[in-house]
């Protein structure tokens, strides 16, 4: 299937937090046993908490007897994801004898990013199993032996972490445009406030950029993404490519027309 991608993860630790209404949906449990507790476990949690947007949470297959044997669909956009949680070791008596199979289907750029927030969001190797030699049953139907599933792994994760950096990248560049666009203007201006003002939030977007690198280098993508939106606040200030002094041309920044321009008529009646 094109663009899609089936990894498996140890599942660590499980509760019952979740139960399933009669309409299949997936919600938070309140108190008290009932039916349809669900162990929705720290992989599929971790999954879902970091979706960047509002996730439909879609039980396919809820659990009888066994809480922790289930399949979730999860879509968020263009991206769908479907998590089958099923034992692979000590008949499902442990938590850690269970493995959530993740199928992936979407864009390439969220896929991965997904990937990553999760692996990042685990803090562990999800595709290092608690009993290795029970997951190659399923790794084999996956068309996976152990080697080449964790390359599958890190190959994601890599591709989602490139993306991050590429995102910090554009954003550098347009910092190197809006600051030649700023020494440009302030040739011409007389505005001390506006000026250093301006300058001063060049900076903070430096520091911001900064702090973008530094949570990149901790696999924080939540991180990044907050430091490179403020660094995008700030030189949205910086800029003055609106704002050419006296209707005059600043190098680098593309006029504007004003009242004493000739234009056509044009007659829309």
Excluded: C
Excluded at 77 to 90: A, E, F, M, N
């Amino acid at each position: 299937m094109p663009n899609t991608v089936r990894l498996a993860a140890q599942v660590v630790r499980a509760g019952p937090h979740h139960t399933v209404d009669a309409e299949g949906r997936l919600r938070p449990r309140r108190g008290g046993k009932g039916p349809g507790v669900v162990y929705l476990g720290d992989v599929a949690t971790a999954l879902i908490h970091g979706l960047q947007e509002a996730a439909t949470l879609t039980m396919v297959r809820p659990p009888n007897f066994d809480e922790q044997r289930w399949k979730l669909e999860v879509k968020a956009g263009d991206l769908t994801v479907h998590i089958h949680s099923r034992p692979y070791w000590g008949f499902g008596l442990f938590t850690k004898g269970y493995v959530n199979v993740l199928e992936f289907s979407g864009p390439e750029a969220p896929r991965d990013r997904v990937i990553f927030d999760l692996a990042a969001a685990l803090g562990r190797l999800p595709w290092a199993f608690s009993w290795p030699a029970a997951a190659d049953r399923i790794l084999q139907r996956l068309d996976f032996n152990r080697s080449s599933h964790a390359k599958a792994w890190k190959n994601a994760v890599q591709r989602g972490r490139d993306g991050l950096r590429d995102d910090i990248l554009t954003m550098e560049a347009r910092r190197e445009t809006v600051a030649k666009r700023l020494h440009a203007w302030l040739d011409d201006v007389q505005d001390g406030p506006t000026s250093t003002h301006r300058q001063h939030r060049l900076m903070e977007a430096d520091e911001d950029l900064e702090h973008a690198r530094k949570a990149l280098k901790e696999d924080h993508a939540p991180g990044v993404e907050r430091a490179l939106a403020r660094a995008e606040a700030a030189l949205i200030e910086v800029d003055p490519l609106d704002e050419a002094p006296d209707g005059g041309h600043v190098e680098g920044i593309t006029p504007v027309l004003t009242l004493e321009d000739d234009l056509d008529v044009v007659d829309l009646t």
